[in-house]
T-cell receptor, first 112, second 111 residues
Framework: GAGVSQTPSNKVTEKGKYVELRCDPI?????LYWYRQSLGQGPEFLIY????????DSGLPNDRFFAVRPEGSVSTLKIQRTERGDSAVYLC??????????FGPGTRLTVL | GENVEQHPSTLSVQEGDSAVIKCTYS??????FPWYKQELGKGPQLIID?????GEKKDQRIAVTLNKTAKHFSLHITETQPEDSAVYFC??????????FGKGTRLHILP
């Protein structure tokens, strides 16, 4: 079946703008995760959803970052007042209960 | 919190030889250790994982070993092929959600 999909694949924005990144998890996966990956580094945890609720948002760097998953499937990561330091690849993953996490291709965000 | 160290950062091996990547973790409560392969421009791909109730797991040319006492775990790739060239990440967690990744190993398979 289809894997995790993320849109857009690339996003270029200007400093101070608002962006939304979308994740479509694997059908039936109850858990959804957002990670951020900087060049030459491993993915860094941001937030984890179990169903519609954020079970752990301890990785969000500050209050400019927010994520939702209103119907327990698609999730949107929202970044307000973007800064150049927000530039990275944003990865989404999903899993079924205690199974392994399966990642999407990521959204490359560039803040000019 | 958990901290995962991974070595080496870069590894070059001749095609057909074996490659070994080693990781250590700090949190003795960690009980799930996945390994991911990431190719350029793509997301990480889960290739194998191991839980703390076993010491070794094998899947064709890939094997992982876990030493809970020493808090070490390793990835072994035998009979390497050109398509094995990628960045490999080890990871650890005790909750199946907040996975902590190592910094990655760039594996080059030389012809």
């Amino acid at each position: 079946g289809a894997g995790v999909s993320q849109t857009p694949s690339n996003k270029v924005t200007e400093k101070g703008k608002y962006v939304e990144l979308r994740c479509d998890p694997i059908s039936g996966h109850t858990a959804l995760y957002w990670y951020r990956q900087s060049l030459g580094q491993g993915p860094e945890f941001l937030i984890y959803f179990q169903g519609t609720g954020a079970a752990d948002d301890s990785g969000l760097p500050n209050d400019r970052f927010f994520a939702v998953r209103p119907e327990g499937s698609v999730s949107t990561l929202k970044i307000q007042r973007t800064e150049r330091g927000d530039s990275a690849v944003y990865l989404c993953a999903s899993s079924h209960q205690q199974g392994g996490q399966f990642f999407g291709p990521g959204t490359r965000l560039t803040v000019l | 919190g958990e901290n995962v160290e991974q070595h080496p950062s870069t590894l070059s091996v001749q095609e057909g030889d074996s490659a070994v990547i080693k990781c250590t973790y700090s949190d003795s409560a960690s009980n799930y250790f996945p390994w991911y392969k990431q190719e350029l421009g793509k997301g990480p791909q889960l290739i194998i994982d191991i839980r703390s109730n076993v010491g070794e797991k094998k899947d064709q040319r890939i094997a992982v070993t876990l030493n809970k006492t020493a808090k070490h775990f390793s990835l072994h790739i035998t009979e390497t092929q050109p398509e094995d060239s990628a960045v490999y990440f080890c990871a650890a967690t005790n909750r199946d959600d907040k996975i902590i990744f190592g910094k990655g190993t760039r594996l080059h398979i030389l012809p």
